[in-house]
């Protein structure tokens, strides 16, 4: 029973602030109009008009024909609070959202973004917000990742408990327990910062690596956060070294996406030589086989040397 009558004060309270914002853009509107549009009798709506009231916002009705609610004129939001520039912001970030996570929410939350565009200021406000595509879904890869997200994003709302299988980096496979606390998007990949009750602390769950997810009826009592570490600059420049590799033109771009373009150097015409940032271990030296024949270690020595004893490796892996 409690539930309910929390999902039902949700609901009423999600109904008034959209009444709210329906009386903000329209000069007037009928009880019988609302009651239609959110599914609920007239007197349910001449409820809430009395609860909008109350909380200070005051809505006058007319009788008649053409009459209905309206929110008196001097309590009316200047929709020019918000430039062109801010509302275009928003609506990018929103639609930018919507694409990955879908929900009731986000799709609310742009239409009433949308009501406060006048009319003299929509096309121009579109032309802008449409200047940046932002698509966070990924060209290919796992497709279970959405699923993920609506049950980890249910779990975030109801403080349910989830559970699931979840795989390290070495592939070894563990049942957890956790406690969901944040959706993290980083680098192109998403993470749910939980606390795990197997390992009695806080954890990033990498969503590529949960198998089985499923959110228990149990509801957890929320614990003092603590939020993730996402930024490892200090780290890694404690970490890194710097080596030498040679590329040829045709892997340029790919190798963009780990370092600037002002560590290039020509070599000749189809070559660049790149001082390239190194950590050793397999991450890296992946990084580096990923270029394939494209491009070649020329230094230090003993990083060289490590890449050919990988290839041996692979090489005799292939002669079996």
């Known amino acids: 029973m409690i539930k309910k009558d929390v999902r039902r004060y949700h609901m ?16 007037r509107i009928g009880a019988q ?16 008009i009395d609860t909008i009231n109350m909380a200070g916002i005051p809505v006058f009705s007319t009788s008649g024909v053409g009459g209905g609610f309206e929110i008196m004129e001097k309590y009316k939001i200047d929709r020019k609070v918000f430039s062109t520039a ?34 003299d200021r929509a ?22 990742i959405q ?27 563990t049942g957890r327990k956790a406690e969901p606390y944040q959706l993290v ?16 602390d806080f954890r990033l769950f990498k969503l590529s690596r949960i198998a089985n997810l499923q959110i228990q009826e149990e509801i957890f009592t929320p614990r003092a956060y603590q939020k993730p570490q996402l930024d490892f600059t200090d780290i890694m420049a404690t970490l890194q070294t710097t080596i030498k590799i040679r590329i040829h033109n ?46 070649e270690c020329l230094e230090p020595l003993h990083i060289r040397t490590e890449m050919k004893r990988r290839i041996h490796d692979l090489a005799t892996l292939y002669e079996k």
């Open 147 to 173: 699923a993920s997200l609506d049950i980890i994003k249910t779990a975030l709302e109801e403080s349910k408990l989830l559970t699931f299988e979840y795989a390290d980096r070495y592939g070894n496979r």
């Open 185 to 200: 998007l980083k680098s192109s990949h998403w993470y749910c910062q939980g606390y795990c009750h197997k390992r009695n």
């Open 33 to 48: 109009e609302l009651s239609e549009f959110f599914e609920v009798s007239p007197r349910t709506i001449y409820r809430d």
């Open 250 to 295: 045709s892997i340029m771009d790919r190798v963009l996406d780990y370092c600037t373009y002002e560590l290039f150097s020509t070599d000749d015409d189809e070559h660049y030589t790149v001082s390239f940032p190194f950590i050793e271990n397999d991450y890296y030296y992946n990084i580096l086989f990923s270029f394939g024949d494209k491009c």
């Open 123 to 144: 096309k121009d406000i579109d032309l802008k917000t449409n200047q940046i595509l932002i698509d966070l879904s990924p060209w290919m890869g796992n497709r279970n």
């Open 86 to 119: 801010d509302l275009s912001a928003i609506l990018m970030g929103l639609s930018s959202l919507s694409s990955m996570i879908r929900g009731d929410e986000l799709v609310n939350a742009l239409a009433k973004v949308k009501s406060f565009i006048p009319a």
């Open 12 to 27: 009423k309270i999600d109904r008034l602030v959209s009444i709210i914002m329906i009386l903000l853009d329209k000069k």
